[in-house]
Structures are given as C-alpha cells and as structure tokens.
C-alpha cells in the first residue's frame, strides 16, 4: 500500500510539472526566462495515531480507496 502512494505522489508530482511547464510554454519566450525551474516539495506523511479500521486486509483497503 505504501509503495502505490509513493508511485500515485510521484505521479500527481509529474501532472503538476507537466501542467506548471504547459502554463510557461503558454505565456511566451520572454516569461521562460524570469521562471524558474519546479521546486520539489519536502515529502511529509501523515499517519493516523488509531486506526479507523481494526483488522482488515491490505487488499480491502486498497479496493475500498481505489473505487472512491
């Protein structure tokens, strides 16, 4: 599960770029040169303290949150 949230964060990271770099192309040659290049953020993550759910299966979860 968490391997799936790294890769599903690594790939709402690359939309982010390809969106911030589509933007940039957009706004011409002059504006390239004041921006600069995507920052990366510093990677945080939040765990709950109590689980929600006792006792349930990887694979529950992952089809539960995948279908939401």
């Given at each position: 599960m968490t391997?799936?949230?790294e890769r599903h964060?690594?790939?709402e990271r690359h939309a982010a770029v390809?969106?911030?770099?589509?933007?940039d192309h957009e706004?011409?040659?002059e504006s390239q040169?004041?921006?600069?290049?995507?920052?990366a953020h510093a990677?945080?993550?939040k765990m709950?303290?109590?689980?929600s759910v006792k006792?349930?299966?990887?694979?529950v979860l992952a089809e539960h949150y995948w279908h939401h």
């Open positions: 391997a799936w949230l964060e690594k790939i390809i969106h911030w770099r589509q933007q706004l011409g040659p040169k004041c921006l600069g290049p995507p920052r990677q945080k993550v709950a303290q109590n689980p006792a349930t299966s990887f694979n």
